[in-house]
């Protein structure tokens, strides 16, 4: 297959990009262990991994920072520039949205998560953290996509992308579960509302990684 001649001169920021969600699946991963100290309530690491969690994003924004400044005027991309910040501060989002939970949580921390619902959340954080790992993995193909411009390539974008849609779509199932049996159960005003809050927190972790991919598709179609 012949590739673009003009592409032979590109910078291609993708590799940014690439260190840029690697930091998200790390976060995700610390997420994942202070949720499961929270809701279990058997461990004493959950500030622990929290800090990780802050740490994690300022290396991001690091990252995030170092995209934006690397790309002077006059740069042939494979992308719009304007198109790639916007997906880049998407992207972004998603680590915003899982230190937006993990705040939340400490802002009231006790009595903690009741025992009816503990099964709901661990239902919850895996049924997010799934379009977070494909959302990272379709930066991946993205960056081959957009080197050598194949459209068997694309296509495997596009498939991840369809992919992202119905995982978010199977997130919005489990949060919306959680907010009806809270409102069901025999629980004190505040916790009602900090358990929605947190719910529809976490719950947009999978929301930016959706719309990440709808702008990672946007990307492809010029």
């Given at each position: ?6 592409s032979m001169f590109m910078t291609s920021p993708f ?208």
């Amino acid at each position: 297959m012949r590739i673009p001649f003009i592409s032979m001169f590109m910078t291609s920021p993708f590799e940014g990009l690439l260190d840029h969600a690697d930091k998200i699946k790390e976060c995700v991963w610390a997420f994942q262990q202070a949720m499961e100290c929270h809701i279990t309530d058997q461990c004493e690491s959950f500030e622990e991994f929290r800090k990780d969690v802050d740490n994690l994003e300022s290396e991001a924004d690091a990252i995030k920072r170092r995209i934006r400044g690397h790309l002077p005027k006059g740069t042939l991309l494979p992308v719009d520039k304007f198109e790639l910040f916007r997906y880049l501060h998407e992207q972004d989002k998603v680590l915003d949205a899982v230190e937006e939970a993990l705040d939340w949580i400490s802002f009231r921390s006790e009595p903690g998560i009741p025992d009816a619902l503990h099964k709901d959340f661990f239902l919850l954080v895996d049924a997010v953290l799934d379009p977070v790992e494909e959302m990272c993995r379709m930066v991946g193909e993205a960056r081959k996509y957009f080197t050598s411009f194949s459209e068997k390539q694309r296509r495997v974008v596009k498939d991840i992308i369809h992919t992202l849609r119905q995982q978010e779509h199977e997130a919005d199932k489990v949060e919306d579960a959680i907010k009806a049996k809270v409102l069901n159960l025999q629980i004190d005003p505040v916790t009602v509302f900090h358990m929605i809050r947190l719910a529809e927190t976490i719950g947009s972790i999978a929301d930016h990684s959706e719309n990440a991919g709808d702008m990672m598709r946007a990307m492809l179609a010029r």
